[in-house]
């Protein structure tokens, strides 16, 4: 009778470990890019709405203020001159730390997390191949 009870403590515990193991796996994945792919997202549909005010509020601030000083303009003006790609979804985000990448269906946003949030701090991006670092039209300089 003890084999057995150690044998199904065993298999109590396996199950056990297991489970944790899913458990913590599952809060690896859609819940930690949740808000880089909402603030990448965002970003893109103020761009397209011409709510400039609004996609500014979502720019980390030296990528702010690089856009205005290299556009002369106020932010919420210059941000709209941007080609910034019309995107409706997130493809895939990977986060790094304090940092993350969203690629959503037509851009590629780097964006990282401050005091007040996740912020972008790269916009409008082009692959440029391996070990190449990606062109981006907004950054922080």
């Avoid at 003006?77 to 304090?98: C, F, H, I, K, M």
């Amino acid at each position: 009778m003890f084999a057995d009870r150690g044998y199904c403590e065993a298999v109590i515990m396996r199950v056990c470990v297991g489970l944790a193991g899913l458990l913590l796996l599952g809060g690896c994945g859609h819940g930690a890019t949740a808000g880089p792919s909402s603030a990448a997202l965002g970003f893109a549909r103020a761009v397209t709405a011409h709510q400039g005010g609004r996609a500014c509020s979502l720019l980390a601030p030296a990528t702010r203020a690089q856009l205005e000083s290299s556009q002369g303009k106020p932010c919420a003006e210059a941000v709209l001159g941007q080609s910034v790609p019309s995107s409706n979804a997130v493809r895939r985000a990977d986060q790094y730390g304090t940092e993350s990448r969203v690629m959503l269906d037509k851009d590629v946003v780097f964006v990282a997390r401050f005091s007040l949030g996740w912020r972008v701090v790269a916009a409008a991006c082009k692959d440029r191949g391996q070990k190449l670092p990606y062109d981006c039209q907004i950054s922080g300089g």
